[in-house]
């Protein structure tokens, strides 16, 4: 399969526990990025990566989370001392550059993330 | 701002009925991108179509439709002879350049839960 995997699909965690997600993109994709998804609403842009470089940040994206593509190919999205509001799905997608926003974005499974 | 609408929330059809979705969308941006994307229960986001500003045409793929007018900043979505496996969540998304939108963040609607009965 070579679509955009994600890992873990499904993480439980405690209140004020660290959680990370993995995002592999397409191999030939040099764009990233990352949307959290609640029950009942459409995705919302978190942030997205052109190879290593991290281009833009979504206010959504507080100071307990930090996304990284350190060598332009997988990408790890970390959040510390999570909260019950941080349970979502989150959606990592890549895509090529075409010099222009029309470029087709594909997106993974999700991983879901539940704070109890 | 760059907003998108799709004012029905759920709809419920028997199979082999046609159904249409609905998209309206607000932009300043003078080229901008519609999407719409599938989202069955397992989670995924399928890229269905991409349309740009500038090309107005009507587009068919199988059972699938597309019925994009700028006069009312629509982009609507027919599938035809509905089928089971049509039941998913279908999302509209816009893409900007010029004004608010960077290249890539995509603006969803809430999308609208489609269930097709046998």
């Known amino acids: 399969d070579t679509g955009v995997s994600q890992d873990p699909r499904h993480k439980i965690t405690k209140r004020g526990q660290n959680v990370t997600f993995r995002c592999d993109p397409i191999?030939?994709?040099?764009?990233l990025y990352w949307y959290r998804q609640t029950l009942g609403q459409g995705p919302e842009f978190l942030t997205y990566?052109?190879?290593?470089?991290?281009?833009?940040k979504s206010r959504l994206l507080s100071d307990r989370f930090s996304a990284e593509r350190p060598k332009g190919s997988f990408s790890t999205l970390e959040i510390q001392r999570t909260e019950q509001g941080d349970s979502a799905m989150y959606l990592c997608?890549?895509?090529?550059?075409?010099?222009?926003?029309?470029?087709?974005?594909?997106f993974g499974e999700g991983s879901w993330l539940t704070v109890v | 701002a760059q907003k998108v609408t799709q004012a029905q929330t759920e709809i419920s059809v028997v199979e082999k009925e046609d159904v249409t979705l609905d998209c309206v969308y607000e932009?300043?941006?003078?080229?901008?991108?519609l999407f719409w994307y599938k989202q069955p229960p397992s989670g995924e986001l399928v890229f269905l179509i991409r349309?740009?500003?500038?090309?107005?045409q009507n587009e068919i793929s199988g059972r699938y439709s597309w019925n994009f007018q700028k006069s009312t900043s629509s982009f609507n979505f027919t599938i035809t002879a509905s089928q089971v496996v049509d039941s998913a969540v279908y999302f509209c998304?816009?893409?900007?350049?010029?004004?608010?939108?960077?290249?890539?963040?995509?603006?969803f609607g809430k999308g609208t839960k489609l269930s097709v009965k046998p």
């Open positions: 997608a890549s895509s090529t550059r075409q010099g222009n926003s029309g470029n087709t974005i594909y």
């Open positions: 191999s030939e994709h040099n764009r």
């Open positions: 990566f052109q190879n290593e470089a991290q281009l833009e």
């Open positions: 932009t300043r941006d003078t080229t901008y991108y």
């Open positions: 349309r740009n500003s500038f090309d107005e």
């Open positions: 998304a816009l893409s900007g350049l010029n004004y608010g939108g960077s290249q890539g963040n995509l603006i």
